[in-house]
C-alpha cells in the first residue's frame, strides 16, 4: 500500500477473515454448559471477533441481530491481538467434557492470509449429547491430548495459533451435531438458551486493544507481529508514525489523532471517518519531522469519536551519534576531565583545548549513542557541572566549534 497523496492518510486492515464452508442451521435443545475455550480473561487476553452467520443468505447477521461475522462463518471466534501474543503461548482449554475424536497437527502455524487450508491443526472433542466441538488453527505440535483420550471442562487441549484458513491468531471454536452447525450464543437473532455457563455481554464499545510509535511507515504484516515502540525520534528523521489496533469502529466513526509539542499545544491533528465497519483492524497516521521542531516531550493522543483510546509519549531530540563523529580521528588529550572517572551526582570539571576564545558546544552521548546533554563551555573552554543527572555508566564527550567538532573524549560515571 502506498500513500495517495503526501497527506499521510490512516490506513486500514481488512477485517479477518476465517473462510469456512456450510450454511448455517437452526438450533437444536442442548444440554451443554460451555466454559470459556480460551485461558484468561476475555477483553484483555482475547478477544471475540466473529460469530456464526445467522442469515442464510449472502448478508451477515449475528446472534444479537449485529454484524460482528461474515458470510456463512460457522463458529466464534477467540482472537489474540497479535503474533507476539501468540508466541507466549496461550492455552486453549476444553469446553465441556468428552472424548477426544480426532487431531491434525504438523501444519504451518503463522498463517496471515486467506487460504485453502481450512480448519488447519485441530482437535474435536464428542460430548455425551453426541454433539461435537471443533477447536481449529492451533499451534503446530502443541496438542496435549491424544485421540480417544476423555477430557474434563477446562483442561488444556493445546495452544492458540494461526494454522490453516488463518489471517491472525485465533481459536476458532465450532458445534455441530448430526452434521448441523449449533450456535452456542442467545440473542435476538441467535438461540433461544445459550450454552454457555456465563455468557459475556455483548458489546459495541469501541476499544482500541493497542498502540505504539514507530520510526518507519508499517505494514500489516509489520503490525501483526507488534513491533517495540520507539520512544526517540530525531528531526533527521522522516516521520513519527502512530498506530492503533482496535476492536469495533463503525462506519462513520472518526478516529483522529492529535500531536502534541512539549508545551502542551496542538501541533496537528489527523481525522479519518470510517467507511466501513471493522471488528478487528489497525490503522496508522503520521507526522513529519522538519528541522523546524521544537526539542522535548512530545505526544500522540488517539481518540475514536472524541472518546481519548490512548496516549503515546515520545521525545524529539538530537540524532544519536553519527557514523561520522565515531570515526572522525581527533586528538584526545584536547580535554581535560576532573575528576576522572567522575561520580553521579558530584561536580565534573571539564576543559577543552583549541577553543580561540569561543565558547563550545558540549554534549554528551550515552551508550546507545543517544545525547543525554547539551550545553556550553564558558569562553575558556571551560566548564563546571555541579552535579551530573546521570546514571552511572560510560559516556561519550563531544565538544564542538559551530557544527565542527574539535574534540571528542570517553567519560566514566561512577556510582
Ligand atoms: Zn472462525
Redesign the pocket.
Known sequence: MRHPSTRMAPRRLLRML?V?CAASAPLAAQPLSLEPPVKGALDRDYYLV?FPDRDSTTGIRDFACGWYTYDG?Q???FVLKDFTRMDSGVTVLAAAPGTVTHITDGLFDRSKAINSGQFGNYISVRHSDGSIAFY?HLRKGSMLVAEQQAVVAGQPLALIGSSGNSTDP?L?F?LRKSGVTMDPWMGACGAVASLWKQQPAYSTVRETMDAGLLAFEPTLDTLRERPPTVRRFSVSGTQVWFWAHTLSVHAGDTSSVVWRNPSGAVHRVERYVHDTNYRYSWWWFSMPLPASLPEGAWKAEYSINGQLQRVEPFEIGEPPLSAEHRDAALPRALVELYPSPARAGQPLSIRVAGNDGARLRLRLFDALGMQRLNTHTEADGTLVLRALPLPAGFYVLVADRAGEIVARSGLLLLD
Open positions: 476465517i469456512l466473529n462463518h463458529g466464534t471466534d481449529a485465533h476458532h465450532e
